[in-house]
């Protein structure tokens, strides 16, 4: 039903910034929390910032103040602005969706590679 597409990836110079887009289809924002995790070889999935319906946002103590999630309902896309990029920000950088009933994210989208390297 609902169909995630991210983009935005690629190398970037430690210090640098990087915005990373989420095109969703197949529902409206209002249904739904959205997300962005990332993951690095022989690590768990970690969730980086979450988005309510109601605007409400998260951030992990790994990125608050370095990462912004957003939104623009017109475009049906979510944006993850990257600042102060870190080596240890290397990974796949992914888009996520769950309704407002459901526990767990059930919708992904197909990984972005972001890396942090001078």
């Known amino acids: 039903q609902v169909q995630l597409v991210e983009s935005g990836g690629g190398l970037v110079q430690p210090g640098g910034s990087l915005r990373l887009s989420c095109a969703a289809s197949?529902?409206?924002?209002?249904?739904?929390?959205m997300a962005w995790f990332r993951q690095v070889p022989g690590k768990e999935r970690e969730l980086l910032a979450f988005?309510?319906?109601?605007?409400?946002?998260f951030y992990s103590t790994s990125v608050e103040g370095r990462f912004t999630i957003s939104r623009d309902n017109a475009k049906n896309t979510v944006y993850l602005q990257m600042n102060s990029l870190k080596p240890e920000d290397t990974a796949v950088y992914f888009c996520?969706?769950?309704?407002?009933?459901?526990?767990?994210?059930?919708?992904w989208g197909q990984g972005t590679q972001v890396t942090v390297s001078s």
């Open positions: 996520a969706a769950r309704e407002k009933t459901a526990s767990a994210y059930n919708y």
């Open positions: 988005l309510t319906w109601t605007g409400r946002t």
């Open positions: 197949g529902g409206t924002f209002s249904n739904y929390v």
